[in-house]
T-cell receptor, first 115, second 114 residues
């Protein structure tokens, strides 16, 4: 158990809908990262938040958004869902996120299926 | 831009034998870190081992060790005394530069045969 929690574990929805994925980092970690794992594009970085502020952005679609709350949990919002958004979405956390040397600890992931 | 390449989509090894998974990367950064993550059928991402680029000594964690060749930009993972529980997808990852984001390779699916 990494100490990172994600809910829900599974999500099935229809095209055009909107969903919210939730992540709680390890105790004491200030940075949260979101990654998407799909058959087409492999594992790719979406976005990073540090202590409530956006720190880095990757290949995140405009239909997707994220935020980190004062209690440090984070939510990833996916809207106008398409079939291609079906994937495993991981959240990871690290102590500060300001250095490449920090190890990121991954949550169990949320498996999203868009029908 | 940094890239990570794993050229072996699948590998197989007999239990108790040794296997080496390959990874190459490309970067212009001088300060960076390399990782191997394991993803078993449960889909959990588990850190196996990490290597700091400024260290010449290869990292070792129990049965897992790396061969880090900085000039060749190569970072292979050696698993000794393979066990059935080592069956998993293995991802090589890079972190460096201004952000802490991880850049992953496409993975190598390792099957340990009894």
């Amino acid at each position: 158990d990494s100490g990172v929690t994600q809910t829900p574990k599974h999500l099935i929805t229809a095209t055009g809908q909107r969903v919210t994925l939730r992540c709680s980092p390890r105790s004491g970690d200030l940075s949260v990262y979101w990654y998407q794992q799909s058959l087409d594009q492999g594992l790719q970085f979406l976005i990073q938040y540090y202590n409530g502020e956006e720190r880095a952005k990757g290949n995140i679609l405009e239909r997707f958004s994220a935020q980190q709350f004062p209690d440090l949990h984070s939510e990833l919002n996916l809207s106008s869902l398409e079939l291609g958004d079906s994937a495993l979405y991981f959240c990871a956390s690290s102590v500060s996120g300001g250095s490449a040397q920090e190890t990121q600890y991954f949550g169990p992931g949320t498996r999203l299926l868009v029908l | 831009a940094q890239t990570v390449t794993q050229s072996q989509p699948e590998m197989s090894v007999q239990e108790a034998e040794t296997v080496t998974l390959s990874c190459t990367y490309d970067t212009s950064e001088s300060n960076y870190y390399l990782f191997w993550y394991k993803q078993p059928p449960s889909r959990q991402m588990i850190l196996v081992i990490r290597q700091e680029a400024y260290k010449q000594q290869n990292a070792t964690e129990n049965r897992f060790s790396v061969n880090f060749q900085k000039a060749a930009k190569s970072f292979s993972l050696k698993i000794s005394d393979s066990q059935l529980g080592d069956t998993a997808m293995y991802f090589c990852a890079f972190s460096g530069g201004a952000t802490n984001k991880l850049i992953f390779g496409t993975g190598t699916l390792l099957a340990v045969q009894p």
